[in-house]
């Protein structure tokens, strides 16, 4: 089954709340490698805390990105990012590009 790696209650004021999650025990962080993911369920009750006006939930993974010294780095770590696309297109040729066009 799940298991309850959080809680947390808010008082909504107006039309927002704001929320903050102390976590029993550490996450383990999204990578590509391993999708750690967790179920996120956010429960709106009535003013007085009883009745349940409406109830939904999500997926959420921990991650990190930045870029930092010419590198991306998820989670403190560099990545390489390999497959870039190129798209290029010759107005006579179409999609048969020559060389020459590609310099161009």
């Known amino acids: 089954g799940l298991q309850l790696v959080g809680r947390a ?3 909504a004021a107006a039309e927002e709340a704001e929320l903050r999650v102390e976590l029993e025990e550490p996450a383990a962080l999204w990578t590509a490698e391993q ?3 967790y179920v ?3 429960i709106l009750k009535s003013a007085d805390g009883v009745e349940v006006e409406d ?3 999500c997926m959420w993974g921990f991650r990190s990105v ?3 010294a010419k590198e991306l780095r ?4 560099p990545i390489v990012v390999a497959g870039v696309n190129r798209h290029e297109h010759c107005p006579r040729r179409g999609k048969a590009v020559t060389e020459t ?3 161009k």
């Open 40 to 42: 996120v369920v956010l």
């Open 55 to 57: 109830c939904e939930s």
């Open 35 to 37: 999708p750690n993911l």
């Open 9 to 11: 209650e808010a008082a």
């Open 66 to 68: 930045c870029a930092a």
């Open 101 to 103: 066009s590609m310099v």
């Open 74 to 77: 998820v989670n403190g770590r």
